[in-house]
Nanobody, 117 residues
Framework: QAQFVESGGGLVQPGGSLRLSCAASGRRFSIYTMGWFRQAPGKQRELVARITTGGTPNYADSVRGRFTISRDSAKNTVYLQMNSLKPEDTAVYYC???????????WGQGTQVTVST
């Protein structure tokens, strides 16, 4: 069973930055692609960034150039550096791992990011 604990969210003004962390446990996550998702009120959860075991990142168009995903496989931790934040980035952010059968069904509590004046 996998477990994900997200942290680092908060309230920030437009143009500000936050760094999210996700501690994963229960499996050898060094062998999995890891991803960050977000869910805004009334919207479906969406994938915003993912990173392969080799460190290759991929981003949603809406965050490319502003967000950076990274991982520390030794610590089973994945990070999301978010710069130039916009009000539309407001959401609960979650991390997950891609097993051979797809993203796992285990979701943590997430961390709330609010971008507002």
């Amino acid at each position: 069973q996998a477990q994900f604990v997200e942290s680092g969210g908060g309230l920030v003004q437009p143009g500000g930055s936050l760094r999210l962390s996700c501690a994963a446990s229960g499996r050898r996550f060094s062998i999995y692609t890891m991803g960050w998702f977000r869910q805004a009120p009334g919207k479906q959860r969406e994938l915003v960034a993912r990173i392969t075991t080799g460190g290759t990142p991929n981003y949603a168009d809406s965050v490319r150039g502003r967000f950076t995903i990274s991982r520390d496989s030794a610590k089973n931790t994945v990070y999301l550096q978010m710069n130039s934040l916009k009000p539309e980035d407001t959401a609960v952010y979650y991390c997950n791992a891609m097993s051979p059968s797809g993203w796992t069904n285990f979701w943590g509590q997430g961390t709330q990011v609010t971008v507002s004046t």
